[in-house]
């Protein structure tokens, strides 16, 4: 069983940066995190993905200025944002792809961006 608290989320100006950060309790050691998000009105969508060996992919929106890393020791996966911008304004979920059919979502935190 896994739980994820998601955590970093706020109120920004537009060029501005957020380090979100997701939680988990249970070995998240062997499974496959990503971030998604979900504006208003629309269909949840994959922002950025990390495997188990830290490799990395993005959507081409949020390319070059999301960063996904995992810290294993703290069984902590994040996202670092840059160069924020309105249209990033959605909530934010962090979810484990695992072994076992493990497929675990957090709660999300919302980011929201003022132009």
């Known amino acids: 069983q896994v739980h994820l608290v998601e955590s970093g989320g706020g109120l920004v100006q537009a060029g501005g940066s957020l380090r979100l950060s997701c939680a988990a309790s249970?070995?998240?050691?062997?499974?496959?995190m990503g971030w998604y998000r979900q504006a208003p009105g629309q269909q949840r969508e994959l922002v950025a993905t990390i495997t188990t060996g830290s490799r990395a992919n993005y959507a081409d929106s949020v390319k070059d200025r999301f960063t996904i890393s995992r810290d294993s020791a703290k069984n902590t996966v994040y996202l670092q944002i840059h160069s924020l911008k309105p249209e990033d304004t959605a909530v934010y979920y962090c979810?484990?792809?695992?072994?076992?059919?493990?497929?675990?979502w957090g709660q999300g935190t919302q980011v929201t961006v003022a132009s």
């Open positions: 979810n484990a792809r695992g072994p076992w059919g493990l497929d675990a």
């Open positions: 249970g070995s998240i050691r062997n499974s496959v």
